[in-house]
């Protein structure tokens, strides 16, 4: 098994940043894609930035120059800096991690989602 936390979310105002926070724990063996999405009320979950193994982040065009994604390989972690909020990005953010488990099986992990309210 393979456990997704999320951290960081909270409220803020238009314009404002946060920093989102994500571990993974348990029987990893290697993780090869980390990423977070977002789903709004009624709104489908869209991609928000994924990074790869070796750092190459992308990025939603919505996001591009105010968002920056980042992981921490040693404690198998991504972050997700998030500058000038605007209030249609108030959503439920939710990290997404892959790779291969212990027993070299793949895995595709979910977090709870932590919420990101942003007021106008």
């Known amino acids: 098994q393979v456990q997704v936390v999320e951290s960081g979310g909270g409220w803020v105002q238009a314009g404002g940043s946060l920093r989102l926070s994500c571990a993974a724990s348990?029987?990893?063996?290697?993780?090869?894609?980390m990423g977070w999405y977002r789903q709004a009320p009624g709104k489908e979950r869209e991609l928000v930035a994924r990074?790869?193994?070796?750092?190459?982040?992308n990025y939603a065009d919505s996001v591009r120059g105010r968002f920056t994604i980042s992981r921490d390989n040693v404690k198998n972690m991504v972050a997700l800096q998030m500058n000038s909020l605007k209030p249609e990005e108030a959503a439920v953010y939710y990290c997404?991690?892959?790779?291969?488990?212990?027993?070299?099986?793949?895995?595709?992990?979910w977090g709870q989602g932590t919420q990101v309210t942003v007021s106008s």
């Open positions: 990074i790869n193994s070796g750092g190459s982040g």
């Open positions: 997404n991690v892959q790779g291969l488990r212990t027993g070299l099986r793949r895995f595709d992990s």
């Open positions: 348990g029987s990893i063996f290697r993780i090869d894609s």
